[in-house]
């Protein structure tokens, strides 16, 4: 079993019982570089909500690696996320951890506080996004709450 950060190896441990490889990782393609040279395994199942990217994936087809991807879950947007964006006065930062999260939020933020808010991501991925809309934005290098906070003070 892999998994990309340490919350999903503590609930493969916890709830079943499994040890997994990867949690260091940090990211999908960090996580498909260690599967394949591991070269442990031909064939994998990627169970993944139907907006994951393809970061994962594609390297391991790549490789020669068949991947059976399992939509297991649908993302949707918080039916009061308009209401709970439009007062971000008290804010200083916004972290988004998630492609999805900022498409979902993004229309949301006003284009004074898109300028003047500092903004940071969990992942490189998420970065991008986020990039299409703000600049500088800061990147926690893995989901941890270590790496985030490293990623907010280097704002």
């Not at 991947?67 to 879950?73: A, G, M, P, S």
Request: net charge positive; with cysteine.
């Amino acid at each position: 079993i892999y998994v990309v950060g340490e919350t999903t190896e503590a609930a493969v441990r916890n709830k079943l019982n499994l040890e997994s490889e990867g949690s260091h990782c940090g990211s999908a393609e960090s996580l498909a570089e260690l599967i394949i040279k591991q070269k442990s395994c031909s064939r994998v199942i990627f169970p993944a909500s139907t907006l994951a990217k393809d970061n994962l994936q594609k390297p391991l087809e790549s490789a020669g690696i068949k991947v059976e991807r399992i939509n297991c879950y649908e993302t949707s947007e918080n039916t009061e996320l308009q209401k709970l964006m439009t007062n971000l006065d008290r804010y200083q930062v916004l972290v988004f951890f998630s492609p999805s999260g900022v498409d979902s939020a993004i229309k949301y933020i006003s284009k004074e506080d898109l300028k003047t808010k500092k903004y940071v991501s969990i992942g490189e991925t998420t970065k991008k996004a986020l990039g299409k809309y703000v600049e500088n934005v800061g990147c926690a290098k893995k989901p941890n709450p270590e790496s985030l906070a490293q990623a907010i003070k280097e704002l």
